[in-house]
């Protein structure tokens, strides 16, 4: 089992406003189903309810961490962060971390790997990921050459963490 995250950010590492994304763009969409189709992906209550209907992501299983009180057949729940990293322990393969901001920051120590689709833009965000480039812990092993797709410069770039906590 490893965990990684995926994330999509602004210039400044925004990642998020109203409990939504802050961008639309078709190829960043694709690279996320294409990646964590057929996998487990984990996160925060919010991020389950920012999905249209709030209903889990198709073809992946859905872990989440819920408020006390919270009932889904339709998802794993969690509600605390031992019982999260339990969860995570039980999976084989990939285990994608995918939000919201106060999930990613609590996991960003157990992932060995973050994909990161940098947009060229200020999405004027609320919430933000840690900025990857500044962090001691982690090097950028991979770059795309610059697309544009949505009206927005991206790049693809992948980031290896040189000391993965484990779980």
Same mark, same amino acid.
């Given at each position: 089992?490893?965990? /990684?995250?995926?994330?999509?950010? $602004?210039?400044?590492?925004?990642?998020?406003?109203?409990?939504?994304?802050?961008? *639309?763009?078709? #190829?960043?969409? #694709? %690279?996320? +189903?294409? +990646? @964590?189709?057929?996998?487990?992906?984990?996160?925060?209550?919010?991020?389950?309810?920012? &999905?249209?209907?709030? +209903?889990?992501?198709?073809? #992946?299983?859905?872990?989440?961490?819920?408020?006390?009180?919270? +009932?889904?057949?339709?998802?794993?729940?969690?509600? @605390?962060? $031992?019982?999260?990293?339990? !969860?995570?322990? /039980?999976?084989?393969?990939?285990? &994608?971390?995918?939000?919201?901001?106060?999930?990613?920051?609590?996991?960003?120590?157990?992932?060995? !790997?973050?994909?990161?689709?940098?947009?060229?833009? $200020?999405?004027?965000?609320?919430? %933000?990921? !840690?900025?990857?480039? $500044?962090?001691? *812990? %982690?090097?950028?092993? &991979?770059?795309?050459?610059?697309?544009?797709?949505?009206?927005? !410069?991206?790049? &693809?770039?992948?980031?290896?963490?040189? *000391? @993965?906590?484990?779980?």
């Amino acid at each position: 089992m490893t965990v /990684k995250a995926i994330v999509a950010v $602004d210039e400044k590492w925004g990642i998020g406003k109203k409990n939504g994304l802050l961008f *639309s763009i078709p #190829r960043d969409m #694709r %690279f996320f +189903k294409e +990646k @964590t189709m057929g996998k487990t992906v984990c996160m925060g209550y919010n991020t389950l309810l920012s &999905f249209p209907d709030g +209903k889990p992501l198709k073809g #992946r299983k859905n872990i989440v961490i819920c408020p006390e009180g919270v +009932k889904r057949d339709d998802v794993v729940v969690v509600y @605390t962060m $031992d019982e999260m990293l339990s !969860e995570i322990k /039980k999976e084989d393969g990939e285990v &994608f971390v995918i939000g919201g901001a106060m999930f990613y920051k609590s996991m960003l120590p157990y992932c060995d !790997e973050v994909f990161v689709t940098k947009v060229s833009a $200020d999405g004027n965000a609320e919430v %933000f990921y !840690e900025n990857l480039d $500044d962090s001691a *812990s %982690f090097d950028c092993v &991979f770059e795309s050459e610059p697309i544009i797709d949505g009206g927005y !410069e991206i790049k &693809f770039t992948t980031y290896k963490n040189k *000391s @993965t906590s484990v779980l």
